[in-house]
Nanobody
Framework: QVQLVESGGGLVQAGGSLRLSCAASGTIRRINDMGWYRQAPGKQRELVASITSGGSTNYADSVKGRFIISRDNAKNTVFLQMNSLKFEDTAVYYC????????????WGQGTQVTVSS
């Protein structure tokens, strides 16, 4: 059974930083794309950043230059370093990974709350 466990959310003042982590566990053969999504109250879930197995990254325009996505393939972990946080970054952040395993597919974490106070 594959699981994704996120950590690192919390409350921070505008201009501050947080680092999110998401670790995949289980009988995993390979992880392809890894990404972070977020969903603010009353809004649709949106892609924040993604990273391929080769390290190519993609960012939403709203976070370019402020957020950095990275991964540790040996630990099946993806990170999101969030700098210069803004009030509008407040949301529940979810990691999602395309995993090749006994049951392959796109797996989601449980979500972690990020709250930025203005």
């Amino acid at each position: 059974q594959v699981q994704l466990v996120e950590s690192g959310g919390g409350l921070v003042q505008a201009g501050g930083s947080l680092r999110l982590s998401c670790a995949a566990s289980g009988t995993i053969r390979r992880i392809n794309d890894m990404g972070w999504y977020r969903q603010a109250p009353g809004k649709q879930r949106e892609l924040v950043a993604s990273i391929t197995s080769g390290g190519s990254t993609n960012y939403a325009d709203s976070v370019k230059g402020r957020f950095i996505i990275s991964r540790d393939n040996a630990k099946n972990t993806v990170f999101l370093q969030m700098n210069s946080l803004k009030f509008e970054d407040t949301a529940v952040y979810y990691c999602a990974c395309e995993i090749v395993a006994g049951v392959s597919g796109y797996y989601w974490g449980q979500g972690t709350q990020v709250t930025v106070s203005s």
